[in-house]
């Protein structure tokens, strides 16, 4: 039960701000606790490597202001702010 509510939260904030905002990643982690817990550990780490990447991307735009691009290199990008409390 608690596995279907996470993964309606990320469904929802997913449609809301996308998929890797830090908003969304509240649902991939927490899923990632459940599939723990159920010692489904290729389920969580895959949910906890979507964490770490959402993440990392956020910081990386906040602290230094580069972006990741899509081959993987950092490009400039305009100042930013996490979205916390929004």
């Known amino acids: 039960e608690a596995l279907n509510a996470f993964a309606e939260d990320v469904y929802y904030c997913s449609l809301?701000?996308?998929?890797e905002d830090v908003r969304s990643s509240v649902g991939y982690y927490n899923m990632?606790?459940?599939?723990g817990g159920m010692e489904d550990?290729?389920?969580a780490?895959?949910?906890n490597d979507m964490v770490a990447?959402?993440?990392h991307s956020a910081l990386i735009r906040v602290v230094?202001?580069?972006a990741v691009g899509e081959a993987g290199g950092l490009e400039s990008a305009p100042p930013s702010e996490l979205p916390i409390g929004r």
């Open 16 to 19: 809301e701000y996308g998929p």
């Open 32 to 35: 990632g606790r459940v599939f």
């Open 41 to 43: 550990n290729k389920k």
């Open 45 to 47: 780490t895959a949910c």
């Open 53 to 55: 990447r959402v993440w």
């Open 64 to 66: 230094l202001g580069v």
